[in-house]
């Protein structure tokens, strides 16, 4: 990919009111919200690989090969477990990061350059717009997502001299972290719509750690003697999303893969979830007064 200099904010507020404005010129008569949610999803693909975010995936796939190659000679011959369990979980990492840290700045960027001023001089509402800056993240989520999923399947490759088995075991599991990190991804953006960037990072960092420990809470309502505790940890546990569904990294080490059913009912419940947080995103960006 060739080399893209940082741009200015006014050529980041042209490419914004470009990108619409393009796109409704060529949805001609049917300028309508799924056109420019294109157009703002898009955009923000392309801010973020100017910001170079996928250059980890280079560093990534390099550091899991090489490292392949010692682990086949210290782990006992455990080294395909040890690449998928360090692999996935690599793979979560790195996309929590990318889900918080750009998450949080998609609105907040916006408003600092003052290119916000621009996308809302055109026919475009907040709704659009969080929910074009939400999709255009997800799809950089799936590339680093794709991306680093073949470089654990290549390492694999490599370990075995040939097709292993395990490959295809890993993959729902794949599956599942991409969920786990749209839903994160929405998180992130509600708290940005509101929030500082700072705040917001710090938010969603406790909704992922408190996510992944959401059965606890349940245990810890049961084990309260305060009736008021019992509610508040019980509403927190209904609340927050619970993560741990979508933790199937150490099964796919050992060769398990979820059942069909289990994905789908996990993305159902994602896909609920995240429409309720971004409609109250929208809700909470709609009041908010940028003078």
């Not at 910001?51 to 280079?58: A, E, H, K, Q, S």
């Not at 918080?100 to 600092?112: A, D, H, R, T």
């Not at 989520?141 to 097709?163: D, H, I, P, T, Y």
């Amino acid at each position: 990919m060739p080399f893209v200099a940082n741009k200015s904010p006014e050529h980041l507020q042209v490419d914004t009111t470009v990108a619409i404005t393009q796109s409704n010129t060529r949805a001609g008569t049917r300028q309508g919200p799924f056109w420019r949610i294109t157009a703002i999803a898009r955009n923000a693909f392309r801010e973020a690989v100017r910001d170079r975010v996928l250059y980890n995936l280079v560093l990534f796939v390099l550091l899991l090969t090489v490292a392949s190659i010692f682990i086949g000679e210290l782990s006992g011959g455990q080294e395909r477990k040890v690449i998928v369990d360090l692999g996935l979980s690599a793979m979560l990492l790195f996309g929590v990061f990318i889900a918080i840290f750009v998450g949080v700045g998609l609105v907040y960027k916006e408003i600092e350059r003052r290119t916000i001023y621009a996308v809302f001089s055109k026919p475009v509402g907040r709704g659009e717009f969080l929910v074009g800056k939400y999709l255009g993240l997800c799809l950089t989520l799936l590339v680093n997502v794709v991306v680093m999923g073949v470089g654990v399947s290549l390492a694999l490759v490599f370990v075995k001299r040939g097709w292993d088995p395990l490959i295809p075991t890993i993959w729902p599991a794949v599956l599942l972290i991409y969920i786990e990190l749209m839903l994160l991804t929405a998180v992130a953006l509600l708290f940005s719509s509101f929030s500082s960037p700072a705040l917001s990072a710090l938010l969603t960092f406790l909704i992922f750690i408190i996510g992944h420990f959401s059965a606890d809470l349940k245990s810890l309502a049961v084990s309260l003697g305060s009736a008021g505790s019992r509610w508040l940890f019980t509403g927190l546990y209904y609340l927050l999303p619970n993560l741990a569904n979508y933790s199937f990294i150490t099964p796919a080490a050992h060769g398990r893969s979820p059942s069909a059913g289990f994905v789908l009912a996990s993305a159902l419940y994602a896909f609920v979830y995240i429409t309720v947080i971004l409609a109250a995103a929208t809700l909470v960006f709609s009041r908010r007064n940028f003078k």
